[in-house]
Each structure stands twice: as C-alpha cells, then as structure tokens.
C-alpha cells in the first residue's frame, strides 16, 4: 500500500643524445721538391729562417655539472571508513562507479563526476544523463551482482537503499564499496557532497556547489525568520487508503524543510517519522494546506476534495492543495534545496516570488 515510504526508509572518483663521429683532420700536402741551380750560378744567400709563430694553447673545456636525476613521486593511496564503519583503499580516484541510489547519482552528476558513473540503480533517472547509464536493477531486495561485476567498476557507492548484507555479498565478489549514509541535517548533506568529491576527485567542483547551496539555503530562511504567521500543513505521501493515509514527522527532510520554509507541520510533534493518521485525527488538526508528494501517482486537488469528510478541511474549501515532486524532498541529494524554496513559493507566494 505505500509506495513511496519503502523508498524514504531505504531513502546512497594516469632523448639518447646521438654522439658526432670525430672528424679525421685533412692530411697535409708535401711541399714540391725545389729544382737545383747550375753549378757555375752563384750561391744564393740563404734567408734567415722565420720564427714560427707560438702555437695558442685552447682554452680549457668546463666540464657540465651532472644533471640531478627526479625521482618519480607515487600518488598516495587514499583510505576511507564509510557510514558502514567499514575502511576502503583506493589507489587513485575512482574512475568506474556503479551508484546504487538515486540520491548518490544526483550527487555525482552534481560534483561534476557524471561521466565516471558507469552504472546505476533502476530509481536513479535524475538527471536525464544518467539514464545513459546501465540499470543494474537494485529493487527492494533485488541487487545484481553479476550485472554489477560486468562493470568492472572501481567504486560501488552504496547508500540507505542497500542493506548491510547486500554490502557483504558486494565486499565478497571483491568489489570496493563505500556506503554514503543518509544525512539527518543540511550539514550533513554537504559532508557527504565533500566525501564523494573525495571518492571521485572533485573537490573543487563540490567546494563551489556547497557555496552555492548555502547561500541559496540562507536566502530562504533570511525571510522567514520575520513571518509572524505560519500556516498549518499537511503532506501526502500516500493515500491508497483515503481513511488512513500517511505522513511524514519529526526526523524528516520534510518536516525540517517545512519548518525553515515558513510552515507548521501537523504531524511534527508525533513520535514516529513516518506517520499513518486517521481521517479523524486529520480532520482534528485541520491543515491549512495540503502538500501531495503523491501527485506523480494520479492524486488531484479535485480527487483530495472529493474524499469523504475532508471537505470541512480549511485546505479543502480555501482551495489550497498543491501537486509537488515528492524526489525534492525524500532524496537526500543537492536538490532538497531546491525542494526547500519550492515549498517556500507555496506556504508564502508574496514573500517568495519567482
């Protein structure tokens, strides 16, 4: 019955010098034999003999100092411990990665290590690049071994979606795997956007997004620090059984991205993160707006009102139930900013216009 709960729960990098041949001086020509005088000539004077010109003695070569030979510097390995407690090596930064969930694809394609990502789980279909990618399947329970060895990948990034003993079974075959885990708070998201980076080789890309996110993050919460009222808010996240649909609570991105974007979740101050109300116990705490993180599965503000007696819901009869794209919010990648100014617009459209 609930779809995309199982999803939250689970919701994861490379001159010889040639020597010259010394050139044999020219042998000297012999001076030609002088002819005899007549015997009756008289004798010739001799000249008297030059004296030869002092031989220049060559300036002395300098002999070249040696030249010092550069020893080759090796890349230190790089070693990390994952969410997992577990230590992994890599002799470089991965460069094949299998991603096994969408969150962690997100943050690859986002650090700019997109091309690196040579396989995927089958939820990862953001960003559309990364369809290019081969699926290597990863549903509840189902996770490919093989299909994943055929990658010959550097890098397995697990993430909330594998279990512990699909990790061992990964670690078996002789696969590196490095579990991301889920982050609880905004913090730490850009720690693992940092711990990828690192994984991958992309430290600078990451540094400059997490800036960014930061300062698109303090925008929203810069205004609604000043609201002096916060609407009541309900969000769907599934509803199969209209009587009893479910919620998200306390411990949540959604609950957390609701508060900084100016609202009041109902089911806040529940103990559970994942809440099933009654239709009675919705009808009690009366929201004001309706969210649908199930719009993708067909709910409509009209099916919403014509659900038995959630017409005397404020949200109902102000007409304010809104269709939202529940992966903003329920991946935690780089996009739950992006998910936390899109509720923004909704709880507060004068304050956050586009």
Known sequence: MFRKTLLFLAAVTLILAACANPTTAPTAT?????????????????????????????????????????????????????????????????????????????????????????????????????????DIGGSFGDLNVEAILTLNPDLVLAGALTTPEQVKSLQDANLTVYYLPNPLTLEELYANLERVAQLTGHEAEAATLIETLKGRVAKVVEKAAGLSEKPTVYYELDATDPAA?????????????????????????????????????????????????????????????????????????????????????????????????????????DLFKE
């Open 30 to 134: 012999s001076i030609p034999t002088a002819v005899s005088a007549p015997t009756n000539a008289p004798t010739a004077t001799t000249a008297p003999s030059a004296t030869p010109a002092p031989t220049a003695t060559p300036a002395p070569t300098e002999t070249p100092a040696p030249t010092a030979t550069t020893e080759p510097t090796e890349t230190p390995a790089l070693t990390f411990t994952d969410g997992l407690n577990n230590s992994i090596t890599l002799a470089s930064p991965a460069q094949r990665i299998v991603s096994l969930a969408p969150s962690n694809t997100e943050i690859l394609f986002a650090i700019g290590a997109g091309k690196q990502v040579v396989g995927r789980d089958m939820f990862s279909d953001f960003p559309e690049e990364a369809k290019a990618a081969t």
């Open 245 to 349: 649909p479910y919620t998200a609570g306390p411990g949540t991105f959604i609950d957390t991205l609701i508060q900084m974007a100016g609202g009041l979740n109902i089911a806040g101050t529940m103990d559970s993160p994942w809440v099933q109300f009654s239709s009675e116990k919705l009808i009690e705490l009366n929201p004001q707006i309706i969210i649908l993180g199930d719009s993708a599965y067909g709910v409509t503000a009209e099916s919403v009102a014509a659900r038995s007696g959630w017409d005397v819901l404020d949200a109902v009869k102000n007409q304010q139930i809104f269709p939202f794209d529940d992966n903003l919010v329920s991946r935690p990648g780089p996009r739950l900013v992006d998910g936390l100014e899109a509720l923004a617009k909704i709880l507060h459209p």
